[in-house]
């Protein structure tokens, strides 16, 4: 199969995503290109370096590598300070290049080295996860975990290359498949109806990896995001829309205290199916548009309700206070991502207070109690 390449227009800080089977094998030559005389190193979490490391080491046998214990407890100050430590104690220079090799747990934790690095590295992405390929690895948010919630500490910071070969998703478990999947979906809502369609009509052969399916729905997702990064790559406007489902999500993820129980994508799943409903409670979408949202993500086997997460224990209040945590906030004032139609997101700038906590109240009434 011939690679797709998607690219991402950033003037002198342009790149490509490179997407297929064998990606990998057929960079190397690029890749070689951007470490050029620097010394490079490889960033990876201890699951992914057991299962593919010996593919990068025959790219780049003279990098060192540093791996992290997997799972989002990886994006914290510690591993930064281990990772940046490392990095510093392997002679990375300001000419040198950090690899990223993994899921966006790697990708986000990575990036934010390079960019912190003697004020600045250069950085690949190697995304080994149907999330980071379709979306942690483009676009150039880094970041870590603070305690009072996600991507708090972070920088935007661009790869010289994304290198997502699709035959790596192989040995990917079905839990992280669909939670990559769940990004997918959110293209598809927030901007592009056809493609919704397509995945509604095409979820299951995609989740079952079949290459054609699968190919074409990692290129769209990264077009559609590499348009948006192109246009407002610091989030003042159109980005924010990217960020569908993710301020209830993030609050989610933050309650439920990143050990595992719900997944990036699973969060990103539960808050697009609550801002579906909040707009259609807001009058902005029929009922019958976010029934279908919830129906899409249900039937691709991803949660829908903060009551499918195991163990959660939260209140109203405190996804309130978790959500007025998330970097779209303005002058105090919550910002929300909400949809007018599939296919049509919009940054509502004041939201109604008072239905946003009846509307949480509701949908956490029976968060500890139920099973
Ligand atoms: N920067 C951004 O724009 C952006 C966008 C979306 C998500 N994110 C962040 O990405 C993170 C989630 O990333 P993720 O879903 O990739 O999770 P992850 O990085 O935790 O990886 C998921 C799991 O899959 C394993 N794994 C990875 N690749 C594998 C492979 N090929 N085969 C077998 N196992 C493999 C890992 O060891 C890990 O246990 C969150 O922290 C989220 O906030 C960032
Ligand atoms: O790239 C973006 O912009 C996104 O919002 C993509 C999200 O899927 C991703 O989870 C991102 O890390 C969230 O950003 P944050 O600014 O809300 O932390
Ligand atoms: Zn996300």
């Known amino acids: 199969m011939t690679l797709r390449r998607v690219p991402v227009a950033l003037g002198e800080r342009s790149y490509d995503v490179v997407i297929g089977p064998g990606a990998l094998g057929q960079s190397v030559e690029r890749l070689r290109e951007i470490v050029g005389g620097g010394q490079a190193a490889i960033v990876a979490d201890d699951t992914v370096w057991a299962q593919h490391g010996h593919q990068v080491s025959a790219l780049l046998a003279e990098a060192p590598v540093i791996t992290v214990p997997p799972g989002e407890g990886s994006k914290s100050f510690a591993s930064f300070e281990r990772v940046a430590e490392a990095l510093l104690a392997a002679n990375v220079g300001r000419d040198g290049t950090v690899i990223a090799f993994g899921g ?3 990708g986000d934790l990575a990036g934010f080295a390079a960019a912190t690095l003697r004020r600045g590295c250069r950085f690949v992405q190697i995304p080994t996860t149907l999330l980071a390929m ?3 690895s483009v676009g150039g948010k880094t970041a870590i ?10 920088a935007f910071y661009q790869p010289a290359l994304v290198v997502a070969d ?3 998703l192989h040995s990917l478990p079905n839990r992280e498949l669909r939670a990559g999947y769940a990004e997918i979906l959110k293209y598809g809502f927030l901007g592009n109806r056809a493609f919704a369609d397509y995945l509604e009509t095409n979820g299951k052969v995609i989740l079952d990896q079949s290459p054609d399916e699968l190919a074409y729905a990692i290129e769209v ?11 407002d790559e610091r989030e003042k406007g159109e980005r924010a829309l990217l960020n569908l489902g993710h301020t209830f999500g993030h609050a989610l993820e933050a309650a439920a ?12 799943a539960v808050g697009m199916t609550l801002a579906a409903r909040f707009s259609a409670d807001c009058g902005m979408i029929t009922e019958a548009e976010a029934k279908r949202v919830e129906r899409m993500i249900a039937d691709s086997g991803l949660p829908t309700r903060p009551q499918d997460i195991p163990g959660l224990i939260t209140s109203a209040a405190e996804q309130r206070a978790f ?19 599939i296919g049509a997101a919009r940054l509502v700038r004041s939201v109604d207070e008072t239905a946003l906590m009846a509307f949480l109240t509701t949908a956490f009434s029976t968060v500890s109690s139920a099973s």
């Open 104 to 106: 966006g747990v790697v």
């Open 221 to 231: 997702s990264v077009q559609e995001k590499a348009r948006i990064v192109a246009a």
């Open 257 to 268: 205290g990143y050990d595992g129980r719900l997944l990036h994508g699973e969060g990103v």
């Open 323 to 341: 959500m007025q945590q998330d970097k779209k906030v303005e002058a105090g004032q919550l910002r929300l991502v909400l949809l007018e139609a």
């Open 145 to 154: 975990n603070a305690r009072a919630g996600k991507n708090l500490v972070g």
């Open 166 to 168: 699709t035959s790596l």
């Open 134 to 136: 379709v979306d942690s």
